[in-house]
T-cell receptor, first 113, second 115 residues
Framework: GENVEQHPSTLSVQEGDSAVIKCTYS??????FPWYKQELGKRPQLIIDIRSNVGEKKDQRIAVTLNKTAKHFSLHITETQPEDSAVYFC????????????FGTGTLLAVQP | EAGVAQSPRYKIIEKRQSVAFWCNPI?????LYWYQQILGQGPKLLIQ????????DSQLPKDRFSAERLKGVDSTLKIQPAKLEDSAVYLC?????????????FGAGSRLTVL
């Protein structure tokens, strides 16, 4: 089955710095690449996604880049703020009939004020 | 639009007891998912329904877990008998359908503690 790993597992940055989280996956059929944010005690929420025919997508301070050849995609957060502190999960999906999302191991981001 | 509703929010039981969780997805969403999230881990898919049919239940421990979505709308997840390692948050999610790349909307979750 799909093997999904995230690095780093924890990341601490100063407010205003940038943060980058990398997700590697094994299923070459994956064609949809979302990132979910989960604040402490709350539900996961989609923050950005990208499809396999696009290399990069930006939405204000967040961006996702995809390297299908190397089978990895990354979340980039610029000008980090304390409210960005959360656990971030990648969830690559092979699409098709099941649209099955396999969640990564998670990255705890702490933004120090 | 109303979100994904789940109940109960919290449940504490002793091992070997049974428990049931209920989920009502967003209106019109054909696909419903149950995920198990153990503390410190990512959500793990237990079962996926498309309308009232099962699409994937490969990671559902069928000797103790069961789920149904009889009318293709709301769903129940049951655990009987519960084990200590079942302590987790059970997240229900829904999406418009299961084709292509669809956004999952999660409910608030049901936190289970097995003593």
């Amino acid at each position: 089955g799909e093997n999904v790993e995230q690095h780093p597992s924890t990341l601490s940055v100063q407010e205003g710095d940038s943060a980058v989280i990398k997700c590697t996956y094994s299923d070459s059929a994956s064609n949809y690449f979302p990132w979910y944010k989960q604040e402490l005690g709350k539900r996961p929420q989609l923050i950005i996604d990208i499809r396999s025919n696009v290399g990069e997508k930006k939405d204000q301070r967040i961006a996702v880049t995809l390297n299908k050849t190397a089978k990895h995609f990354s979340l980039h957060i610029t000008e980090t703020q304390p409210e960005d502190s959360a656990v971030y999960f990648c969830a690559p999906c092979a699409g098709g009939a099941t649209n099955k999302l396999i969640f990564g191991t998670g990255t705890l981001l702490a933004v120090q004020p | 639009e109303a979100g994904v509703a789940q109940s109960p929010r919290y449940k504490i039981i002793e091992k070997r007891q049974s428990v049931a969780f209920w989920c009502n997805p967003i209106s019109g969403h054909a696909t419903l998912y149950w995920y198990q999230q153990i503390l410190g881990q990512g959500p793990k898919l237990l079962i996926q329904f498309q309308n009232n049919g099962v699409v994937d239940d490969s990671q559902l421990p069928k000797d103790r877990f069961s789920a149904e979505r009889l009318k293709g709308v709301d769903s129940t997840l049951k655990i009987q008998p519960a084990k200590l390692e079942d302590s987790a948050v059970y997240l229900c999610a829904s999406s418009i359908d299961s084709s292509g790349a669809n956004v999952l909307t999660f409910g608030a979750g049901s936190r289970l503690t097995v003593l």
